[in-house]
T-cell receptor, first 115, second 117 residues
Framework: AQSVTQPDIHITVSEGASLELRCNYS??????LFWYVQSPGQGLQLLLK??????LVQGIKGFEAEFKRSQSSFNLRKPSVHWSDAAEYFC?????????????FGKGTKLSVKP | GAVVSQHPSWVICKSGTSVKIECRSL??????MFWYRQFPKQSLMLMAT?????????EQGVEKDKFLINHASLTLSTLTVTSAHPEDSSFYIC?????????????FGEGSRLTVL
């Protein structure tokens, strides 16, 4: 079955510390992988995506993620967290092309940032 | 990136009334839009796929008579919650597929919070 697992429901890090949010997926076809961020009461903003090519992808706001096929993972990282990064983060997997596909979302990881 | 707008952002209604939420793609045409529901502190649950000019495809367990979806133009899809009840209170999010891109990337609206009294 297709699924996305984000093992950490809630993570707290100190401002300036590094961050890694975990994401594992199960998908039958070649996966397209995404990370989205959601602030309270807001929609989703795309941080970065992986379709093919270099397995280390750079996104907005200083985020990056690495696709590891052997581990079925797509972990999100940031070297130095800012207080404004506090939000909910969703990993998603899907297939694109034509009229097919939609995204399967993980349950999200809430990030809190300590001053 | 492309812009998807939802309206209203917030709506409060009385039990038994119907509420319409609009999802617009502002700078591109979207033949396919998706409607999601998000419960507090949970992920997005796909409700239905809205296809321009044809009937929506509903996910299992979603009542099509309660959640009416109309995709009458290439830039607008509407979700109508009919005879709303307090259990319909939720955050509803739409997304639209930008077919100008090779990968047909999805862009999300800002969400609409429905509170049914």
């Amino acid at each position: 079955a297709q699924s996305v697992t984000q093992p950490d429901i809630h993570i707290t890090v100190s401002e300036g510390a590094s961050l890694e949010l975990r994401c594992n997926y199960s998908y039958g076809a070649t996966p397209y992988l995404f990370w989205y961020v959601q602030s309270p009461g807001q929609g989703l903003q795309l941080l970065l995506k992986y379709f093919s090519g270099d397995t280390l992808v750079q996104g907005i706001k200083g985020f990056e993620a690495e696709f590891k096929r052997s581990q079925s993972s797509f972990n999100l990282r940031k070297p130095s967290v800012h207080w404004s990064d506090a939000a909910e983060y969703f990993c998603a997997v899907g297939a694109y092309g034509g009229s097919q596909g939609n995204l399967i979302f993980g349950k999200g990881t809430k990030l809190s940032v300590k001053p | 990136g492309a812009v998807v707008s939802q309206h209203p952002s917030w709506v409060i209604c009385k039990s038994g009334t119907s509420v319409k939420i609009e999802c617009r793609s502002l700078d591109f045409q979207a033949t396919t839009m998706f409607w999601y529901r998000q419960f507090p502190k949970q992920s997005l649950m796909l409700m239905a796929t809205s296809n321009e000019g044809s009937k929506a495809t509903y996910e299992q367990g979603v009542e099509k008579d309660k959640f009416l979806i109309n995709h009458a133009s290439l830039t607008l899809s509407t979700l109508t919650v009919t005879s709303a009840h307090p259990e319909d209170s939720s955050f509803y999010i739409c997304s639209a597929r930008d077919t100008r891109t090779i990968t047909g990337e999805l862009f999300f609206g800002e969400g609409s919070r429905l509170t049914v009294l």
